[in-house]
């Protein structure tokens, strides 16, 4: 790595050298110190001016190295992670030359230097996701390219490097944390459903953000649930609470696919349960390209507790809405599971929450368990449950403390990076495909769990077996009983097994 020469004043603060970072970079042009002609080619332009994108700075080290600096969340130095930016103006003498397959000669050197975070996937293999005009599918870097160190140029911050071999002169090259999914994809995606006139799927603004985005509320369900007065036993999903988290509308688009096809399992769980599900909660930090926080630098996953209708509401919107569904005595909300994505470990997994109440506490664990069976990439022994107190602002343990003892909440991890397949050491890295086979599976995993609690006991569509090399522990006891136990709604629900029966493994 060539020499740096240190222009940026030491500030000592821990935000590593963002001190001159106000935004992102616009088409900037990076110039050779001294060189005052018009650029010419191979002179690289940044640019990060889009939606979603993120790249606050760029400092040229040689011709062929250049520091990159991570614009903070927006009111919120903290959090730098996400990046996602442009260069184009490759020059030829840039372009990889290739001796042969394994000699190619690697021309540019990109250091992310200013991370907010010490622990990264960069470890374990991760790479930065890739595409150019010519090339727009995104694909992830080969990991032999990239490198993650702890740097003594840059105040010890950890630095992700990676090498680069441009090869096409006419080409912009996109390079992303992650698979970007924005804002404007997710409200095309959200069209392009409307416009099927589908039955059973419902769209309404439940509110809007401090930028007046949209907040979609979906409801994806048999349209007999919802005549007036008709008994509702309610699925809440969340995701993209955290803008960065972008694996999380992967999974959540997965689960809607599922619910809304004719599937046998979908239609089943259509006809027995109303899925609610605000699939972006934080759609400014989305479009502005921020990791974690809100246009106003809020982390909106620590507001539960008390939202502001004017500095979170988004956040106020979904909890109205919950609890306005908890006092109506003709709804059970059953599950709430909001989605997120995880940078430092592998597979899927969940968090839930810790109960007194042992048997509870063991119920929880049952749809963890079932998704388990269901997903390869979905690992039960990385599920874990907590109250620590620094996650009491988070939707999974606020609603976890308002809910009744029958209604599960989970936050649902998903890895930024791959998936170890059990009985395997090979780490999978995810697609987007996978990612939303996650979300597939999820879904019909409700159809497992209610044959457990026998709701849909009747039902005679074929259970998913993805993992054949990995039975379920234990048959699937039809219980027989009322179809619906609780018609008081609160309160006196029956557990969903019968946790004395041997045959349940948990
Ligand atoms: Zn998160």
């Given at each position: 790595m060539a020499e740096r020469i240190?222009?940026?004043?030491?500030?000592?603060?821990?935000?590593?050298?963002?001190?001159?970072?106000?935004g992102n970079v616009s088409k900037y042009i990076v110039l050779p110190a001294g060189y005052c002609g018009l650029p010419k080619k191979g002179h690289l332009i940044f640019d990060?001016?889009?939606?979603?994108g993120n790249l606050g700075r760029v400092d040229q080290v040689s011709e062929f190295e250049y520091d990159l600096f991570i614009r903070p969340d927006t009111c919120n130095p903290r959090f730098r992670v996400w990046f996602n930016f442009t260069v184009e103006n490759v020059k030829e003498s840039q372009v990889r030359k290739i001796v042969d397959t394994f000699n190619v000669v690697l021309r540019v050197i990109f250091n992310i230097v200013n991370?907010?975070?010490?622990?990264?996937?960069y470890r374990d293999g991760m790479a930065p996701m890739v595409k150019s005009t010519s090339r727009p599918k995104w694909q992830r870097l080969p990991p032999k390219n990239v490198y993650y160190y702890r740097c003594p140029?840059?105040?010890k911050n950890y630095v992700m490097s990676f090498a680069f071999c441009f090869?096409?002169?006419?080409d912009t090259y996109q390079f992303a944390y992650c698979y970007p999914y924005t804002y404007t994809r997710f409200q095309h995606y959200l069209d392009s459903l409307q416009k099927?006139?589908?039955?059973?799927f419902f769209r309404e603004q439940l509110g809007q953000s401090v930028q007046q985005r949209k907040l979609d509320l979906l409801t994806i369900t048999s349209p007999d649930n919802l005549r007036k007065g008709a008994e509702q036993k309610v699925i809440f999903i969340t995701g993209?609470?955290?803008?960065?988290?972008?694996?999380s509308s992967f999974v959540c688009q997965g689960i809607i696919d599922f619910l809304i096809s004719q599937h046998p399992i979908a239609r089943v769980l259509r006809e027995h349960l109303v899925f609610k599900i605000?699939?972006?909660?934080n759609p400014d930090g989305v479009y502005l390209g921020?990791?974690?926080?809100?246009?106003?630098?809020?982390?909106?996953?620590?507001?539960?507790?008390d939202p502001s209708p004017w500095a979170h509401p988004t956040l106020h919107g979904v909890k109205q809405l919950i609890v306005q569904m908890y006092n109506d005595?003709?709804?059970?909300?059953?599950f709430y599971i909001d989605i997120h994505a995880h940078s430092t470990m592998m597979n899927g997994f969940m968090y839930g929450n810790i109960f007194e109440d042992e048997e509870r506490f063991q119920r929880q664990a049952i749809f963890p368990k079932l998704l388990c069976q269901n997903a390869e990439d979905f690992s039960y022994s990385s599920t874990s449950f907590n109250r620590d107190a620094v996650k009491a602002g988070t939707g999974r343990r606020f609603l976890g403390g308002l809910l009744d003892h029958t209604s599960y909440c989970y936050t649902l991890e998903v890895s930024f990076y791959s998936y170890i397949i059990g009985g395997t050491t090979a780490a999978v890295p995810y697609t987007e495909e996978a990612y939303m086979k996650l979300g597939q599976n999820v879904a019909r995993t409700f159809l497992d769990y209610y044959r457990l609690n026998s709701m849909v006991e009747k039902v005679t569509v074929p259970m998913p077996r993805l993992r054949k090399e990995n039975p379920p522990?234990?048959?699937?006891?039809?219980?027989?009983?009322?179809?619906?136990?609780?018609?008081?709604?609160?309160?006196n629900k029956k557990s969903p097994v019968n946790h004395k029966d041997p045959s349940n493994s948990f």
């Open positions: 240190q222009t940026a004043p030491e500030a000592g603060s821990d935000m590593g050298n963002d001190d001159a970072i106000g990060a001016c889009f939606e979603s991370f907010s975070k010490t622990k990264s996937l140029d840059h105040r090869d096409r002169e006419e099927r006139n589908m039955d059973y993209r609470v955290h803008p960065g988290e972008t694996p605000a699939p972006m909660l921020n990791y974690r926080c809100s246009l106003m630098g809020f982390d909106l996953n620590r507001h539960w507790l005595p003709k709804t059970s909300l059953e522990p234990y048959k699937y006891p039809l219980l027989r009983g009322p179809a619906s136990n609780y018609p008081n709604g609160k309160g």
